[in-house]
T-cell receptor, first 112, second 115 residues
Framework: RKEVEQDPGPFNVPEGATVAFNCTYSNSASQSFFWYRQDCRKEPKLLMSVYSSGNEDGRFTAQLNRASQYISLLIRDSKLSDSATYLCAVENSGGSNYKLTFGKGTLLTVNP | NAGVMQNPRHLVRRRGQEARLRCSPMKGHSHVYWYRQLPEEGLKFMVYLQKENIIDESGMPKERFSAEFPKEGPSILRIQQVVRGDSAAYFC?????????????FGPGTRLTVL
């Protein structure tokens, strides 16, 4: 099983749609989880940290399910500007709680 | 408040040449991380450094690659005798502390092309 695995995508959705991404991780000792957004040929930018209780930031909601070892990102009322690649990242706690392990990313295209 | 700075943004080298990539962390950050992103691949951790110390280089190829973060000046990722397979985007990130939920902020990256 890969350390971090994401929905392969791509996702093509109309404006206003709700879209959800899932990401599974293999290291049960992992403590910190993040969603990054990466535009084409740009650097990853932190979108949200993911907390055990789940967290929301405007149209974005992140959730963590430790029992099933997955994190999710929900985007409501999607905008054209949400088009990007979404990367989940897991910070491993097994003696190296600084190393981010990324999924391959899921490409989202929001269409007018 | 300047973010993480990397230069050059684009670097072209011929096979066998050396590539030097520079990274200046955000102000107040003393932890630097290098990641590589190959075409159609995810970001892969390479090395974690603090000032004058390599903490973890478990993601670095065993040969030709080295990194440093001197007391003064930027962190340097050095690739000797580059090969075509080294063509990738190299991102540097920095954080104030290591571990926990401390955020790693990424620089714009250096896109290395090996001819």
């Amino acid at each position: 099983r890969k350390e971090v695995e994401q929905d392969p995508g791509p996702f093509n959705v109309p404006e206003g749609a709700t879209v959800a991404f899932n990401c599974t991780y293999s290291n049960s000792a992992s403590q910190s989880f993040f969603w990054y957004r990466q535009d084409c040929r740009k650097e990853p930018k932190l979108l949200m940290s993911v907390y055990s209780s789940g967290n929301e930031d405007g149209r974005f909601t992140a959730q963590l399910n430790r029992a099933s070892q997955y994190i999710s990102l929900l985007i409501r009322d999607s905008k054209l500007s949400d088009s990007a690649t979404y990367l989940c990242a897991v910070e491993n706690s097994g003696g190296s709680n600084y190393k981010l392990t990324f999924g391959k990313g899921t490409l989202l295209t929001v269409n007018p | 408040n300047a973010g993480v700075m990397q230069n050059p943004r684009h670097l072209v080298r011929r096979r066998g040449q050396e590539a030097r990539l520079r990274c200046s962390p955000m102000k107040g950050h003393s932890h630097v991380y290098w990641y590589r992103q190959l075409p159609e691949e995810g970001l892969k951790f390479m090395v974690y450094l603090q000032k004058e110390n390599i903490i973890d280089e478990s993601g670095m190829p065993k040969e030709r690659f080295s990194a440093e973060f001197p007391k003064e000046g930027p962190s340097i990722l050095r690739i000797q005798q580059v090969v075509r397979g080294d063509s990738a985007a190299y991102f540097c990130a920095s954080s104030r502390q290591a571990g926990g939920a401390d955020t790693q902020y990424f620089g714009p990256g250096t896109r290395l092309t090996v001819l």
